[in-house]
């Protein structure tokens, strides 16, 4: 599965941004891939911020319950980011991440930072 992400850039705290993580694959169907989105601020280790499930289902990070909303789009290969009420701890490199039959996948990452 090959992954690429975009969307990241400078935003005021307050604001909001939307990042897309397009997929594509000769072996796997989209709608059967979990697609999660993980970020990694500098000196800190890589976290998950929201992942969806092929059937939907959804889990956020608490850090950004309520802010953050991801959703995808199978007739695109898609998933979105929506990333509402930016605060400036929410900088980080944002990566996309799909998982399919135990196989984990990476895009390279896009970053975000948010200025006070």
């Known amino acids: 599965v090959q992954l690429q992400a975009s969307g990241g850039g400078l935003v005021q705290a307050g604001g909001s941004l939307r990042l897309s993580c397009a997929a594509s694959?000769?072996?796997?169907?989209?709608?059967?891939?979990?697609m999660g989105w993980y970020r990694q601020a500098p000196g800190k280790t890589r976290e998950l911020v929201a992942v969806?499930?092929?059937?939907?289902?959804?889990n956020y990070d608490d850090s950004v319950q309520g802010r953050f909303s991801i959703s995808r789009d199978n007739a695109k290969s898609t998933v979105y980011l929506q990333m509402n009420s930016l605060k400036p701890e929410d900088t980080a490199v944002y990566y996309c991440?799909?998982?399919?039959?135990?196989?984990?996948?990476w895009g390279k990452g896009t970053l975000v930072t948010v200025s006070s």
């Open positions: 991440n799909a998982v399919v039959l135990s196989r984990i996948y």
């Open positions: 694959s000769s072996i796997f169907s989209f709608n059967d891939i979990t």
């Open positions: 969806i499930s092929s059937e939907d289902r959804t």
